[in-house]
């Protein structure tokens, strides 16, 4: 096989895996405001389920609080449900959009 030829293949499989990327359905995990949990509680539940930092987390609170809600993750709908289900236990209110 020719350097030429081992080129193409290097393209073609980079040009797969961009269009397999594009593809991938992306979901959204949003946290809407509620009058029952804290802040406190909220960034806890973000930074250790959504693997936030502390910024991160209180930012998202903020947001929720002040629009009514806020994305706090994307992915795919497997990476999502398992964190939909720990924040709605903790009483989070949550969807996934």
């Known amino acids: 096989m020719s350097v030429d030829e081992e080129i193409d293949i290097m ?7 961009a269009i397999q990327d594009l593809l991938k359905p992306t979901n959204s995990l949003v946290l809407f405001n509620d009058e ?10 973000l930074r250790l389920y959504c ?9 998202c609170a903020l947001i929720a609080h002040s ?7 994307s992915g795919g709908i497997s990476e999502l ?5 720990a924040l709605t236990e ?8």
């Open 11 to 17: 393209q073609d499989k980079e040009l797969d895996e």
């Open 36 to 45: 029952v949990n804290s802040f406190e509680h909220v960034i806890y539940c």
């Open 51 to 59: 693997e936030h930092s502390s910024s991160q987390a209180e930012q």
């Open 67 to 73: 629009n009514g809600k806020c994305v706090i993750k």
């Open 81 to 85: 449900v398992p964190i939909f289900a």
């Open 90 to 97: 903790k009483n989070l209110t949550v969807e996934i959009q």
